[in-house]
């Protein structure tokens, strides 16, 4: 069973858990997500499409990311997202923490913070070992081909997280 921390609205871990997805958070109760937007040298961003079976934006373009385990802090979580998701190691490369935006959702028990992070670094395509259960395909994009998907309305999270994909 999968456990995740709960944190308070100051980001401070309160010392409870809960199961994933159990919606069970109270106002000014959190848990932690985190995204991993990974840059090469040549100004190109890995993304990634969402498989056709998720509940939630199924065929949607996105940046690796999931929640933090229980225990895990903010990088370690982000290291291990994208590692799963994409199969590369980005733990020595440049770049790290950029910002934190968070969302409340009264009445849902789904409060959260996303920590973002950018990590750049050189990569080939045949570096990667994309995960097939959460994965349908990626491309190398430039900014501008990803906000025009983000126009289109099928680019998980741009509004919060465009200022990671300035050069």
């Given at each position: 069973?999968?456990?995740?921390?709960?944190?308070?609205?100051?980001k401070?871990?309160?010392?409870?858990?809960?199961?994933?997805n159990d919606?069970?958070l109270?106002?000014?109760?959190?848990?932690?997500?985190?995204l991993?937007?990974?840059?090469?040298?040549d100004?190109?961003?890995?993304?990634?499409?969402r498989?056709m079976t998720k509940?939630w934006a199924?065929?949607?373009?996105?940046?690796?990311?999931?929640a933090?385990?229980?225990?895990e802090d903010?990088?370690?979580?982000v290291?291990r997202?994208?590692?799963?998701?994409?199969?590369?190691d980005?733990s020595?490369?440049?770049?790290?923490?950029?910002f934190?935006?968070?969302r409340?959702?009264?009445?849902?028990g789904?409060?959260?913070?996303?920590?973002?992070?950018?990590?750049?670094?050189?990569f080939?395509?045949?570096?990667?070992?994309?995960?097939?259960?959460e994965?349908a395909?990626?491309?190398?994009?430039?900014?501008?081909e990803?906000?025009?998907f983000?126009?289109?309305?099928?680019f998980l999270?741009?509004?919060?997280?465009?200022?990671a994909f300035?050069?």
């Open positions: 069973m999968e456990l995740w921390d709960i944190y308070d609205k100051d401070q871990r309160t010392g409870r858990t809960m199961k994933r919606w069970c109270k106002d000014d109760e959190y848990h932690l997500t985190v991993g937007v990974v840059m090469r040298r100004g190109k961003f890995l993304i990634t499409k498989v509940a199924p065929g949607w373009w996105e940046v690796s990311g999931g933090a385990m229980a225990g903010s990088r370690d979580a290291l997202e994208v590692r799963e998701e994409t199969g590369l980005v020595g490369w440049d770049g790290g923490y950029l934190t935006y968070h409340e959702n009264p009445g849902e789904d409060n959260y913070f996303v920590d973002v992070y950018r990590f750049v670094g050189d080939e395509e045949g570096d990667m070992h994309l995960q097939e259960e994965t395909g990626h491309m190398l994009a430039s900014p501008d990803i906000k025009a983000a126009d289109e309305g099928i999270h741009y509004d919060s997280i465009k200022k300035e050069i």
